[in-house]
């Protein structure tokens, strides 16, 4: 057995002919072994080395491009077969008597720049170096000592996805001004920072910030791009910007008397256009980069406004062929060498398809070896994926995926809001679908993205664990994730307390993003879910302030940056709009504590600003500029007219006044003879539920007295009379081992000459049904999708339950993700039972994801069938003959993170069968409500609680 | 000529038979002597008096009644045939010579003792003191000396209506209070003032206060049943009660051993109620009533629920023959010559007309020589009045008026809001349809209806003067009365701005009731019409402080409670709710101005309590409690659950926001490029118009700087840059010299990078139409019923004028008011003229006081036509298959005070001629709209201003 120390004696070795970029990065591997052992290893020529048995060397090489290497190799000391002529491989090896003069040494070969690269941080990774040690200023834990051995040898795999990477998108404000703070704009120091996060991820590939700023002009100079092609990042330009060029680039060159003309126009202004991307192709050309192609217009927009189909084809076909031609003359004369990539984002994905009469780009010999780019619906749901008929597409396809967006159903540029669930699935399905060549991932200004990012990039490293065979896996990778950036900072514990924060505010933001969160988002009282998020956001909050209080300084930092930030801004907005919703719910009823949550929402807004301010200060200002992007109430998809909660004054009636409802409905009663004594409270309608609560609420400059007058013994409550100033609230009891079967209780609130007459109609659960089935209560039924009673899998498919997952919580989708069942006679379904009353038609609404449809056709079906009544197909797609992108259903389905698809069913009395079938791929199941139609079910955001279920 | 000087030395001759009831009204009219005189004239008898040729001496004295008076009459001294056998006359003369020891005296004779007392307030009114001169403690001038010549003498008229007076009704909590406080209840000592009030405006009837009082048991006992006798006021019931007994006495007396039973029930419970009726008739029997009649449920609620008309109708028979037969034994078995009523209110009227199958009441004998009792719609409104079928019906009509309301469509209760035009337009319609037996008024508390109550009962006394012969005598009986009041005390200057504040406050409340005021009422912006009300609102306010300050102590106390209170709090509230709506608007902007308009709600709400609290200590606590109803933000017809204001308290935003809009217009720009930079404003397409205005508003925490970029020669700008914190407006000026005739002006506004393009299509007269000719702007026109260019009149009737009338200031209407002419070939016309610019279809919008169909078969036609296409016939009545009052046309009409009446018409390309024809009575058109099909005509709640027309 080797074995090798790893202290402050450490060396590594230097040769003359090393990589610069491998020595850049083995030099941020000294920092981190540095930060470990209190003193960076040192560089020592192997000539200069005397026999010294106690030191470990540290030598890293690319293979064929190291004399020592060679030697090592000719002598056997090592063998690098199992790398040699891969991507992007590294063998890490643990060796006695390397040399003469070096007893013992840890190896680092790497079957290329970059797999040598990956070596040289998977040493880090090993001592307990966060990849975001720098980034989020993460110390990790000092040690006197560590041993490696024979253990610790380690060959890596080829990555599954060949460009993985980030976009720094949309960089003002927030990018853009901590850029400036800290690195005097966007240039190669700044840039420095972002190669070093991409790769310790083992990333590869980057479109750099392009909203103001010239990635080739700001280094300054190329000094940025040079930087990354040392360091073997690959470079390339957003989706619209072709020929290496920035869009903002051609703002500063254009003009009257330019060569490049003075319009963004292939029409008007050809040879401009035309010298513009040849200057830009021969600038970069000297450096590895993936060359997008195709044009759109200036900023992102359009490229031709009012033109046909059959005009916007044929243009893009011939600037598909002029770049092409400018690539083969100033990159290389074999075209087919050269990376380059195409994006179909937003109109771009329609020529690429054409039309009945116009064949679209897909087929053009201009794309041979082109990477074809998809996009996401912005929301991070795909859109079209490669259909069968061209997966053979020679250059393959790539996926621009966003994880922030400047842009519509709703820009999202603040918070990190992509979750790591919604990441697995959909990237899951893209690589199914044959999305293997570039995953590049729109992260926005990165902080607060960090773990989307890491899990998104290790995907693409590695899909043969990340893969759509392993699902649900992502709980267990945000536990490792967070072992490696907080493991040794905090108790195993407290890791499990900041997980458990992570999903929370996750699941928050799943549900609705910050910045189309509302007063009117979730319902200030049905079904209590206001409440319950409210819970949810002051759990979050409280024990983030816990887990600050027991954070070491080494860790403060990175915990403000990666967890506390994120997740007390998120809880903080969420709980000030559902304060907003109460202050205008409550006032609406003229209820005095309306104005009480109305200084709560004025003390969430003050919060908002300290909360961020304290993010900026935070480490020596190290995250000052990450915070600005606007996030409260959007109104349009853009910040522009936003609006913070408007709060609701209420000035007290004059008269005495008391307000009677339950605490979960919106009707009410003041108990006045002229208008309504009477409420209802349905609770009790449950068999499982023996609590219900009551709000007394005064509406009123002067208290009440109430007095709550009850004759029926099995009903008692938590308080009998009092006085209130604004509100309180009655636990009710149902004492159900005293009542009877069914009926109706009733007691009376009464205050001066008030009265309120509440009825509680009651029901205990005696049913004569199958275990797990669900049971009607007042008229309507909620079923989570994964509640089935059986599950049918065909020899070919099977429902796979993903939990955690979406807006519910869980959901069920059948794998493998790529099968299109219309032409398919087996079928894998579910099968749910429930009971109701009477017999009669009800509205059946499946939730499912908000997924798009993932072929160009344009449906999304399902089926349902009701007991011995035939299947029902059912589209999912609203109106086919439009594009779902961009459509009124894409726009509410992405925002509200749910489709609604409604069907009428008529059920029976007593025991139903419901039988659930998915036709088309990418449809994930969530729950299942039945309401009796003419009962209307209470407006929510999140719907009923799951019913009564029999066990 | 006779002359006779009035000063301190004058005395009353005292006779011992002189009636008591003369008496006591001789004693008020002493006092009012000594307020002027500086002494009260003493009582002296003829035996008493010595020789004094400098006295003058009053004798008052009923024919019949009086030894002296016989002896006058006897000797010649006067005569009496004018009045002898008349109803309330009186005689009013100056003598001299009357007695050997009497050289000069005044003369008042009665033809009764009604007669001799109104004669007696006649030297009062004469001698300048107000009916009010206690009630509202308005002091007469003191005089020296006053001088009565032959020219004094005067001989009234026999009263228009038989019985004129007021229901005190709803007195709680403001008048219950105001008794409580300065009488201790509502005894005797408190109706002593009413009566008195009453009687000096010549009214002789009254039903008393019944909600929680007493009348024959608060006197205390019959005190108050008494003195009404002993001063000749005739008492009644109100509506439902019967037999003179209230209906709360039934509480009282009710039980399980009460001989009246324990159920107002007269099937259940016959013998107990018929005694209860019975001892009521008794012990009232002595006094002079008008006994009601009929029955209705407990608490004025419907008698039977449920029951079919029939039922109804044979129980109502019964209940009256029940009552006729009691009314016999206990009162007079001469039935015919006993005062009998019974009132359609609510639900009796549809008992009273019967239905298909059902004969009404109508024709039943028990119902021979009973005054029928036609009601209002709540609101002032006439409901059915009596057909020519039942003209002759002996027992006569009569009206039971609302000023005050507890009930649909909105209750009233606060300050009286019933405009003398619209009684004057409705109570001679009433008496020319044949109500000439009894008016009575509901004047809720009376305090703040004391100029609507003086119309009403001025009317009634005299129908020669205010009937329908003589219309818009509104406004220089408002000008008498306030002579009456304050003639005394102000300038005539001053006067007339009373009028004018008078006349303005009355209008608020003539287009919307203070209680169903609300934020949503004007719109904010739209036609400026929340400002055109606002500025009336401050006028007033100004005008009245400005009067309060100039007026004497003398009349302060009169001038709070007649003028100063009710005009200063109801443009207060009226302005707190236009500043509420300008709030909640602004704030859904989020402009920061929000905040101040809501700072002004605030203010508002104080100040409303503030005004109360003033007019409750003015005068030593004068009107203290008839101020306590509620009139915030009714949101059911009754105070409960009313609501004032909801405040919306607006952050503002964190990014520099300009918010430029038309300041009449609800859309608006930031000049943001992704969204919206477009604004149009389209005042200049009218051609009178050259002044625009636009809003140029900050919407964030931090100013913004704006500059006006304008290359247009004829638009000229108040301000062209600035600094804007809040909120500026800037005059556009258009130089219609130097414009096109016909075109599209633009500028710009620009602040920071926000740019919003202004565009002003504009339009320059040059119309070749007939004079009076309506131009079409922005594809509408509004027209003033008034604005007529032609009146066809038939021989029988013809179109009058009314102005000032209702919710938009003048109105037109068909007299005589009772024509139906449906079976009539010629009927009165009116033609307009107006031009549009192409042909389109039109919607026609007529706008009618919200009058009710006074016909029992429910229509009440108009006919449109348009240019040479027949005339059109339409119902304004919606459904006339449902009873109009109670219906939702009642309640949105009611509340809106607004008939609205649509129809499609096609227009032609230039000039248009519309004829409009009266078909039922009661219409009164007030104004007309047309705006083109597919166009929106922005939300208001007064409408457009009238169009551009030619001179």
Redesign the interface.
Known sequence: MVTVKLNQETYFIEEKSQLSGVKRVANMVRADLGLIFGRQPIWQSLDAITTDSEKTAIFAATIGQSAYLDDLLNRKMITASEIENKREVYQFQVIQDPWPSVKRALIIVGSDKRGTIYGLFHLSELLGVSPFVNWSDLKPKPETEVTLTDKDNFVSREPSVKYRGFFINDEWPAFGNWAKIHFGGANAACYAQLFEVLLRLKGNYLWPAMWKDNFSLDGPGLKSAALADELGVVMSTSHHEPCMRSGEEYTLVRGKNSPYGDAWDFQTNRDGIIRFWKDGLKRNAKFENVITLGMRGERDTAIMKNATMAENIALLKDVLKVQNELIKQEVNSKLSEVARQIVMFNEVESFFYGDDTTPGLIASKELDGVTIMYSDNNLGYMRTLPSKAIQNHRGGFGMYYHMDMHGGPTSFEWIGSTSVPRIWDQMSTAYDYGVQEIWIANVGDLATNELSLSYFLDMAYDMDHYGSKYPNNTEIYIQNWLKQQFGNHFTSNDLSLIQKVIDDYMLLLERRKHEVMGSDTYHPVHFGESDTVLSKCQEIMQICQDLRKRCPAAALTGFVGLVYYPAVATANLMQTWIYAGKNQFY??Q?RVIANDY?NKV?LG?QRDHEIIADYHQIGEHKFDGFGLS?HFGFR????????????????P???P?MIVSSVTASDYS?G?A??NQNLVITDFMRPDVTKAYLDIACGSRDSIAYEIINQTPWLHFSRYFGEVQKQVTIEITFDRKNAPLVGESSFQVKSGEAVVDVKLPFRNGLFDYPSQTFIETNDYLAIPATAYVSAIATDEAKFVVLEPYGKFGSGVKVFPQTIDFMAIKERPELNYHFAIEQVGQYELTLHFAPTLPVSQDNHAYIQVGLNENSLQLVDTVLDSNQPFYNSPQWAIEGTNDEKQCQIKVNCRAGLNLLRYIQISPNLILERITLVRLGSQLPQSYLGPTASYKLL
């Open positions: 006032a609406q003229n109305g004025r807004i606007e349009q998809w853009s910040a522009n007219n936003n609006q913070y909660p408007l709060v609701y004054d209420v000035t009636a004059n008269l006044r003041l006045e002229w208008t």
